[in-house]
């Protein structure tokens, strides 16, 4: 076990609960810390971390720079560098465009001309930011090092760790990007406590799917109560079961980082309905409401193949009513079509066959190649309402 937990007493401050959970990827290893109020320390937690560098460059978008930078920048001058500088991009998946990404390569190549001056990319924000700063910092100079410092609970459980990085192109999420792993993860649970409810709402979607297809027991906990503590951001539960979420996905990168065994694409369950419609919806939908309604797309054509029992699907369907998550999505006749050409574009459809995650239980999965198409619609017009 990779993993320890530690309840750390400050002097004179609140008993407060931090993680660790390493990521194992040999030379790629890194560790994803855990706790609160980690921001104010992170110049020397950098330090501790081998990260020696003067010079920090920070991506960030206009909400979370305005909360957050000041404190990054005093934390990132303590620890010792010298010049930290601020980019933003626009706050919302519209700004997870190629456009944007230029920006960013733009302003590291404008600010550090120099090859003596490589700066640490640290990125600050939800996973659009740590999407989209991960890809540029993997590609400026062939690859500086970078640090995620997730600030949603989607980003706190998924996005920020396992080294998918990328931007939306032509239609199709996430299909320009490259494999690059932080050095870092440093997530600080206090920085939770800014987001807006729809955003805690759907950071919880992604901790659903880790409990159907990954973890009987996580799904237990969930439904036991832990949801609604999480929804309050309740902070003994939040840290456990973030660490518990980033152990999970931390074990499923070990064994296929780069996707090609096939394991990896557990995480994908709800995401290939999910995306086409979070894109065809046109942003109306945050990627964790998208991927709620594609769990429950995904669930109704395992029950139309025989793989799942009504008992998951109804439990399934509670959860996600119970976060307070759609199971459907009101849309006008043409979006139909729309989702399914955006699915017929997923990365995953390998030589004209489809490739889909199913739930066969809780905690189990399956993935299933070459759905009879008709099977697909059906579940498709299943979650999508007039
Ligand atoms: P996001 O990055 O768009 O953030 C959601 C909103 O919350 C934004 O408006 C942001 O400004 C605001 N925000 C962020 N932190 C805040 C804070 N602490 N206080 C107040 N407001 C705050 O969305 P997200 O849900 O974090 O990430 C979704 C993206 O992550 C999608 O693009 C999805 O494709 C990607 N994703 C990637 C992976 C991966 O493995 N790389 C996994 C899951 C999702
Ligand atoms: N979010 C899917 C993955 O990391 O593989």
Redesign the pocket.
């Known amino acids: 076990m990779l993993a320890s937990r530690a309840v750390v007493r400050q002097m004179c401050g609140p008993v407060m609960q931090s993680s660790r959970v390493d990521v194992d990827l040999g030379s790629r290893s890194y560790p994803v810390l855990i706790g609160t109020e980690l921001l104010p320390g992170l110049g020397g937690i950098l330090r501790e971390h081998g990260l020696k560098q003067a010079n920090a460059f920070v991506v960030t978008?206009p909400?979370?720079g305005g909360?957050?930078f000041s404190a990054l920048e005093k934390a990132l001058t303590a620890g010792g560098f010298t010049r930290v500088v601020r980019h933003e991009i626009p706050?919302?998946?519209e700004g997870?465009n190629w456009d944007e990404f230029s920006g960013v390569c733009t302003a590291l190549l404008e600010n550090f001309p120099d090859t003596g001056a490589v700066p640490l990319v640290i990125l600050l924000?939800?996973?659009?930011?740590?999407?989209l700063g991960g890809f540029a910092a993997g590609v400026f100079r062939r690859g500086v090092p970078f640090v995620q410092m997730p600030?949603?609970l989607?980003?706190a459980v998924?996005?920020s760790v396992?080294g998918?990085?990328?931007v939306n192109f032509g239609g199709v999420?996430?299909i320009m990007g490259i494999f690059n792993q932080p050095r870092l993860v440093v997530c600080d649970l206090a920085?939770?406590r800014?987001?807006?409810a729809r955003?805690v709402r759907?950071?919880t979607s992604?901790i659903i799917k880790y409990g159907a297809v990954c973890s009987g027991a996580l799904f237990q906990q969930l439904e036991d109560g832990a949801l609604e503590h999480l929804l309050a951001l309740k902070p003994d539960v939040l840290t456990d079961i973030v660490a518990h979420c980033v152990r999970l996905k931390a074990r499923v990168v070990e064994q296929d980082e780069f996707d090609k065994k096939g394991i990896r694409n557990v995480?994908n369950f709800g995401h290939t309905i999910g995306h086409a419609l979070e894109l065809s919806a046109d942003y109306a939908l945050?990627?964790?409401e998208a991927i709620a309604i594609g769990m429950i797309a995904a669930t109704h054509l395992a029950r139309a193949l025989g793989q799942c029992d009504a008992g998951f699907a109804i439990r399934l369907r509670d959860l996600i009513l119970r976060a307070g998550l759609p199971v459907s999505f009101a849309a006008a006749p043409e979006l139909f079509d729309r989702v399914i050409r955006a699915m017929q574009m997923d990365k995953k459809f390998r030589e004209g066959k489809n490739v889909l995650v199913l739930p066969t239980g809780v905690g189990q999965w399956e993935q299933v190649e070459n759905v009879a198409w008709p099977l697909v619609h059906e579940a498709v017009r299943a979650v999508l309402t007039a």
């Open positions: 978008n909400q979370v909360l957050y706050a919302s998946e997870k924000g939800g996973g659009v930011v740590g999407d600030t949603t989607l980003a998924d996005s396992g998918k990085v990328a999420k996430n920085l939770l800014t987001l807006d955003e759907s950071g992604e995480l945050t990627h964790g």
